[in-house]
């Protein structure tokens, strides 16, 4: 299942260098408007990028600041990690590893735009997220 996880520079730094992250919840595209929606690639789209703000938004909450860069790790989760679902977030019942992030996504104003990153451009980018 794809999820997305808020998360601060430093802690996706700690992330990197283990290979391992632990996060309390992930946000998911809402089941509930999932099934009022016909099956169409476009709603699911606009679902999925809504979980990816709500999480950059909580990136931003956590580093303290409105300013902060909002950065979101999209992953793939198993179903042995999953716990409750409430709405669009799921428990999560086990640690993430680095193999499965497939992206990063960052918000860098309050504009509901993200800019996405493989996650082998991650290394890459961020000595300047951590600026």
């Known amino acids: 299942m794809r999820a997305y996880v808020a998360i601060t520079p430093s802690e996706l ?9 632990h996060a309390p919840k992930a946000l998911i595209a809402d089941p509930m408007s999932s099934e009022s929606l016909e099956t169409n690639s476009d709603d699911q789209e606009e679902l999925e990028f809504e979980a990816s703000w709500q999480a ?13 860069l909002g950065l979101v790790l999209a992953v793939d989760l198993g179903e042995e990690q999953l716990g409750d679902t409430e709405g669009n977030q799921v428990s999560l019942l086990s640690d993430i590893s680095w193999s499965q992030v497939q992206s990063l996504l960052l918000s860098e104003s309050e504009e509901p735009e993200l800019s ?11 000595p300047q997220w951590l600026a």
């Open 13 to 21: 730094q700690s992330f990197l260098e283990t290979g391992s992250f």
């Open 56 to 68: 950059a938004e909580e990136s931003r909450a956590m580093q303290g600041s409105s300013e902060a």
């Open 116 to 126: 996405w990153f493989a996650a082998q451009e991650i290394p890459t980018y961020l």
